[in-house]
């Protein structure tokens, strides 16, 4: 309401004028250096509705914001208006809200912004007022046109400032903020199905400050801010290796969770989604893969090959991420039977299709003809069913037949597989970048989280000195009160002495096992599985998950390697997989896919990319603060921006003498590279409210 009435006189003078409340444009954030509310004044368009490049409405105040990054833009979202701009008032106008300002006590008030029209004379872009009990602050933006670097003469700008303002050169502070834009657009304007099928590569910068008294960046003593944005899911991602996983196990679970509360009759298998469909998405034939998984499993009987860590998309040469999740892509992550399962089953439209293609899978099974190879470290119900039903079972009928009349343990047999394997897959991945000792403590809900990754990786050098220290990832999962309740009269103890594949295949070679079936022989299925980890196992996954996007993007944009990734790594596991995560579900990252970060590195990651001509540079000059008492009694303080594209959107630029063809292009030889320049002035007097923009 205070708001109105400041602005009201404004409205009954000035009707021919758009004045809103808003957030900061980019344009007038890249001179203040912030997001906050203000009054934006300018002239209303000729045309009341235009639209994008997709043919919606967009109001009129979003042909005066950029898109995309706050300096480039895509004309094609813009409709050039010629009346945007203010032709002679923008002083009344300023006058007049600094009026209505001055009869308030209030401590601060929202500024008013109102756009000029440049081609008057100074040039003048912006001019900006706002007035409280205590002050009176205004300035201006004015166009200085292009110039090259090596054209700026620093030291006598901040010569210039210090006899403005009375103060000695020593008493002046200067400071020197760019941004290296290495590769994308942002994503901001779209929704989530848009996200997906949009170019795959989110916004990757490089922010970078120092005090240093020139504009060309000082690769080795400036302090680099590495900013990204990616889209969980995103298509083209090589991620969707493992996070395919996680959205199928996602929906599973909120099926288990709601079978257990109303009973599993309630529920309407065929239309209970397991994967959902995106517009794009590839679609395979799931029934055609399995079969070609147990013709494959036929063929190689007793041939499958286990190497180290029964990992087979990670070898002694990979030496990137690309290369391990790619693998992973095209052939699974391990010859597992059940995991290969699993990335057949994960990609069922319907609850109903995945229980028949495992029935389906399992009477294959039964029938002897293959003998599937199991990793050892594989400890799921379904890997020892797979087992105990290879090696022909007098009751195989009896065991489908419960699966079929009970979903719930034929779908929690297919996502314990899931939750183990995808636990296993993060730890394997991640492992190349942060020691296994820290991944594996992920999973477990008695993770040392008060310590450190810092911490805990130099008690791993302290008790391994330097060696190879690995834990086993299932160990995590223990049984609670919230399982799943399962139908079943099929249950036994395990036989410790239980014979391995290998070790029934050999005795069986040699005659030293029957083929007789003991009819009373019991399968081995557990009468109940305990779903209550998997609530914060999906989380924890939702979580690594958004850490592995944006390392996947590091490594690509910044042409990094592990070693060089591992610090970041550590950053983003202790940005997101915390108590202050910005991520909670896998719901969350399904409905908001998009991910954005701004964490500090070392500068010698990158300072092949800080050799380059930066996107943009801003420098600041004020007064130390250690010199508030010397020189004239205000606070000024002057910001240059220098820009490869225009800062301000095509209604405001039109305007002004240089043409398009100025506009600088990035060329071989950095000297004929120039850059816009605009100037903004910022004076604040003490109790003092006349409008004064000669300055």
């Given at each position: 309401m205070v708001l109105i009435n400041f602005?009201?006189?404004?409205?009954?003078?000035?009707?021919?004028?758009?004045?809103?409340?808003?957030?900061?444009?980019?344009?007038v954030k890249m001179y203040t250096g912030n997001n906050k509310d203000i009054v934006l004044v300018y002239s209303k368009a000729k045309q009341s509705s235009a639209t994008d490049s997709r043919g919606r409405n967009i109001k009129e105040s979003d042909d005066l914001e950029l898109t995309g990054s706050p300096l480039k833009l895509d004309l094609s979202l813009h409709t050039i208006l010629d009346e945007t701009l203010l032709p002679d008032e923008p002083q009344e106008v300023a006058n007049l809200y600094s009026k209505s300002l001055s009869q308030t006590n209030k401590e601060e008030v929202t500024p008013m912004w109102v756009l000029c029209n440049p081609s008057s004379t100074g040039k003048p872009i912006l001019l900006t007022v706002q007035s409280d009990e205590n002050h009176f602050n205004r300035g201006l933006v004015t166009y200085e046109g292009c110039m090259t670097l090596e054209e700026v003469d620093v030291e006598k700008i901040i010569e210039d400032y210090a006899a403005k303002e009375g103060l000695e050169e020593e008493s002046v502070a200067m400071s020197v903020d760019c941004k290296y834009v290495l590769s994308g657009i942002t994503y901001g304007s779209l929704n989530a199905d848009e996200l997906l099928n949009a170019p795959h590569g989110g916004v990757t910068e490089l922010l970078c400050t120092w005090s240093v008294k020139t504009l060309l960046t000082p690769y080795i003593s400036c302090k680099v801010n590495y900013s990204q944005e990616v889209i969980v899911g995103h298509l083209a991602s090589p991620c969707n290796a493992i996070w395919k996983s996680v959205s199928a196990l996602h929906n599973i679970n909120q099926l288990l969770v709601e079978m257990t509360a109303a009973g599993f009759s309630s529920i309407n298998l065929e239309s209970a989604v397991i994967r959902y469909t995106v517009q794009g998405m590839k679609q395979s034939n799931v029934t055609n893969r399995l079969n070609e998984l147990l013709n494959e499993t036929e063929t190689y009987t007793y041939t499958a090959e286990c190497p180290a860590g029964g990992c087979i998309c990670i070898t002694e040469d990979t030496n990137t991420l690309k290369q391990?999740?790619?693998?992973?892509?095209?052939?699974?992550s391990s010859n597992d039977f059940t995991y290969k399962l699993w990335d057949i089953l994960r990609d069922c439209e319907t609850a109903e299709e995945l229980i028949t293609l495992l029935l389906q899978a399992l009477k294959f099974v039964s029938s002897g003809k293959i003998r599937p190879f199991i990793d050892v470290n594989n400890k799921t119900f379904l890997s020892k069913l797979v087992l105990k039903l290879s090696r022909g079972h007098s009751q195989t009928s009896k065991v489908l037949k419960n699966l079929r009349s009970s979903p719930p343990q034929?779908?929690?047999?297919?996502?314990?597989?899931?939750?183990?394997?995808?636990?296993?897959?993060?730890?394997?991945?991640?492992?190349?970048?942060?020691?296994?000792?820290?991944?594996?403590?992920?999973?477990?809900?008695?993770?040392?989280?008060?310590?450190?990754?810092?911490?805990?990786n130099q008690t791993i050098q302290d008790m391994t000195m330097g060696g190879d220290f690995t834990l086993n990832p299932f160990e995590s999962l223990t049984t609670g009160e919230h399982s799943i309740r399962l139908d079943s009269e099929s249950f036994c103890a395990e036989d410790p002495n239980e014979l391995t594949v290998d070790d029934f295949a050999s005795l069986k070679k040699h005659g030293l096992v029957s083929e007789k079936k003991d009819v009373n022989e019991v399968p081995l299925i557990a009468d109940e599985i305990d779903i209550s980890p998997w609530k914060n196992l999906l989380m924890k996954f939702a979580q690594v998950h958004a850490c592995l996007e944006h390392l996947y993007r590091a490594e690509s944009c910044l042409r990094a390697d592990f070693a060089q990734l591992k610090p970041i790594a550590s950053k983003l596991l202790q940005l997101y997989v915390s108590e202050k995560s910005p991520v909670r579900t896998v719901g969350q990252l399904m409905s908001d896919p998009v991910q954005s970060i701004c964490i500090p590195i070392t500068n010698t990651i990158v300072q092949d990319h800080l050799k380059k001509p930066a996107f943009w540079y801003r420098m600041e000059v004020s007064r130390k603060e250690n010199s508030q008492d010397s020189g004239l009694n205000r606070d000024a303080k002057i910001v240059y921006v220098f820009s490869q594209t225009p800062v301000f959107p095509p209604p405001v630029w039109q305007h002004l003498e240089s043409s398009p063809e100025e506009t600088a292009e990035v060329t071989t030889i950095e000297e004929e590279l120039k850059f816009h320049c605009t100037k903004y002035m910022y004076i604040s007097n003490k109790l003092t409210r006349i409008l004064d923009i000669k300055d």
């Amino acid at each position: 309401m205070v708001l109105i009435n400041f602005v009201q006189p404004l409205l009954e003078s000035f009707p021919k004028f758009v004045i809103e409340k808003q957030s900061s444009p980019s344009y007038v954030k890249m001179y203040t250096g912030n997001n906050k509310d203000i009054v934006l004044v300018y002239s209303k368009a000729k045309q009341s509705s235009a639209t994008d490049s997709r043919g919606r409405n967009i109001k009129e105040s979003d042909d005066l914001e950029l898109t995309g990054s706050p300096l480039k833009l895509d004309l094609s979202l813009h409709t050039i208006l010629d009346e945007t701009l203010l032709p002679d008032e923008p002083q009344e106008v300023a006058n007049l809200y600094s009026k209505s300002l001055s009869q308030t006590n209030k401590e601060e008030v929202t500024p008013m912004w109102v756009l000029c029209n440049p081609s008057s004379t100074g040039k003048p872009i912006l001019l900006t007022v706002q007035s409280d009990e205590n002050h009176f602050n205004r300035g201006l933006v004015t166009y200085e046109g292009c110039m090259t670097l090596e054209e700026v003469d620093v030291e006598k700008i901040i010569e210039d400032y210090a006899a403005k303002e009375g103060l000695e050169e020593e008493s002046v502070a200067m400071s020197v903020d760019c941004k290296y834009v290495l590769s994308g657009i942002t994503y901001g304007s779209l929704n989530a199905d848009e996200l997906l099928n949009a170019p795959h590569g989110g916004v990757t910068e490089l922010l970078c400050t120092w005090s240093v008294k020139t504009l060309l960046t000082p690769y080795i003593s400036c302090k680099v801010n590495y900013s990204q944005e990616v889209i969980v899911g995103h298509l083209a991602s090589p991620c969707n290796a493992i996070w395919k996983s996680v959205s199928a196990l996602h929906n599973i679970n909120q099926l288990l969770v709601e079978m257990t509360a109303a009973g599993f009759s309630s529920i309407n298998l065929e239309s209970a989604v397991i994967r959902y469909t995106v517009q794009g998405m590839k679609q395979s034939n799931v029934t055609n893969r399995l079969n070609e998984l147990l013709n494959e499993t036929e063929t190689y009987t007793y041939t499958a090959e286990c190497p180290a860590g029964g990992c087979i998309c990670i070898t002694e040469d990979t030496n990137t991420l690309k290369q391990c999740l790619s693998s992973m892509c095209a052939n699974g992550s391990s010859n597992d039977f059940t995991y290969k399962l699993w990335d057949i089953l994960r990609d069922c439209e319907t609850a109903e299709e995945l229980i028949t293609l495992l029935l389906q899978a399992l009477k294959f099974v039964s029938s002897g003809k293959i003998r599937p190879f199991i990793d050892v470290n594989n400890k799921t119900f379904l890997s020892k069913l797979v087992l105990k039903l290879s090696r022909g079972h007098s009751q195989t009928s009896k065991v489908l037949k419960n699966l079929r009349s009970s979903p719930p343990q034929a779908i929690s047999l297919v996502a314990q597989v899931g939750m183990e394997k995808t636990m296993w897959e993060y730890t394997r991945v991640m492992s190349l970048l942060e020691h296994s000792f820290y991944i594996t403590g992920i999973w477990n809900t008695d993770a040392r989280t008060h310590e450190s990754i810092e911490q805990i990786n130099q008690t791993i050098q302290d008790m391994t000195m330097g060696g190879d220290f690995t834990l086993n990832p299932f160990e995590s999962l223990t049984t609670g009160e919230h399982s799943i309740r399962l139908d079943s009269e099929s249950f036994c103890a395990e036989d410790p002495n239980e014979l391995t594949v290998d070790d029934f295949a050999s005795l069986k070679k040699h005659g030293l096992v029957s083929e007789k079936k003991d009819v009373n022989e019991v399968p081995l299925i557990a009468d109940e599985i305990d779903i209550s980890p998997w609530k914060n196992l999906l989380m924890k996954f939702a979580q690594v998950h958004a850490c592995l996007e944006h390392l996947y993007r590091a490594e690509s944009c910044l042409r990094a390697d592990f070693a060089q990734l591992k610090p970041i790594a550590s950053k983003l596991l202790q940005l997101y997989v915390s108590e202050k995560s910005p991520v909670r579900t896998v719901g969350q990252l399904m409905s908001d896919p998009v991910q954005s970060i701004c964490i500090p590195i070392t500068n010698t990651i990158v300072q092949d990319h800080l050799k380059k001509p930066a996107f943009w540079y801003r420098m600041e000059v004020s007064r130390k603060e250690n010199s508030q008492d010397s020189g004239l009694n205000r606070d000024a303080k002057i910001v240059y921006v220098f820009s490869q594209t225009p800062v301000f959107p095509p209604p405001v630029w039109q305007h002004l003498e240089s043409s398009p063809e100025e506009t600088a292009e990035v060329t071989t030889i950095e000297e004929e590279l120039k850059f816009h320049c605009t100037k903004y002035m910022y004076i604040s007097n003490k109790l003092t409210r006349i409008l004064d923009i000669k300055d």
